[in-house]
């Protein structure tokens, strides 16, 4: 899901202008020579700019979630359930606990998915089988977003961040009125159309942000808190492996570990644990499609 990065790209330049526009609305007189609009979206993206700063900025994550998968085939409605816990260490360390429940909440599924900064280990206790894979390869890969929209969308920025510094300081460096059109072609992502609303759930008043991709393939919806400026919800429709899906993520709990144990990001096998060549895939609908 490579539009998480790219989006998490273009939020980021957008925070390095927010300062100077801050600044500019305190200094007086005005510049003689008129400065670039800043399109109404950009503006309204506070809460979501905020949001994302504030994750990205941090070396140590880990973040607990529940998801709700559903898709259509014919004559039926398939959905899954499943609790994720994540541990990431900036920028490419990750171990990931994956539970799929039934309705009765009875245990139906684990996986496992641990990497150390250059491999990937996915685990599938049922079957009692692993695969190994390049960081890269998993990053590339539909598991990726098995470890939840928001980890996923935190560990492809790290990367694409790291892989592309050049790039991404002369992004920065665009001029507001320039800045959205560059990443809906170069992104995919059409930030000038996003809609951006007001939501309460359960008591809780939310910053919504509907975001489609300029092709239409796809849509993100972020739920975002304006008081703790986190993102407590994330929605996500389009494709998983060739199939419509609809993903939601409801965040349980975001912290800040201050000690991470070394043997998290270290795989160790059970004895009769088979090996296989493919890498394993994390699907809740195979035994149902």
């Given at each position: 899901m490579k539009f998480l990065f790219s989006l998490a790209l273009s939020v980021a330049c957008l925070h390095n202008i927010g300062l100077p526009l801050a600044l500019a609305q305190t200094d007086t007189p005005a510049p003689a020579t008129p400065q670039p609009a800043i399109p109404l979206p950009l503006l309204q993206a506070a809460?979501?700019?905020q949001a994302t700063s504030r994750l990205l900025g941090q070396q140590n994550y880990q973040i607990e979630s529940e998801i709700e998968l559903s898709t259509v085939v014919p004559d039926s409605l398939l959905s899954a359930q499943a609790q994720i816990e994540t541990v990431i260490a900036a920028p490419n360390k990750v171990s990931t606990r994956i539970t799929f429940f039934n309705q009765e909440r009875a245990l139906e599924q684990q996986y496992q998915?641990?990497?150390n900064?250059?491999?990937?280990?996915i685990y599938d206790r049922q079957e009692n089988q692993y695969s190994v894979s390049e960081y890269p390869?998993?990053?590339?890969s539909t598991d990726s977003l098995s470890v939840g929209i928001l980890a996923?969308?935190?560990l492809q920025t790290l990367n694409t961040v790291n892989n592309n510094r050049i790039a991404s300081r002369a992004v920065a460096k665009l001029p507001p009125d320039r800045l959205v059109s560059y990443f809906q072609r170069f992104a995919n992502v059409d930030l000038q159309n996003m809609v951006i609303r007001n939501e309460q759930i359960e008591g809780?008043?939310?910053a919504v942000y509907d975001i489609d991709a300029v092709d239409r393939s796809y849509e993100v919806t972020a739920y975002v808190s304006p008081q703790l400026a986190n993102i407590e919800r994330a929605d996500l429709v389009g494709q998983l492996d060739?199939?419509?899906i609809l993903m939601l993520e409801q965040i349980i709990s975001q912290t800040i570990p201050t000690a991470i144990a070394p043997e998290t990001f270290n795989f160790v096998p059970p004895e009769d644990a088979e090996q296989v060549e493919s890498p394993i895939k994390i699907n809740p609908f195979s035994g149902e499609l």
């Open positions: 809460p979501l700019v998915i641990v990497g900064g250059t491999q990937v280990w390869q998993f990053l590339e996923n969308f935190y809780q008043t939310y060739g199939i419509e």
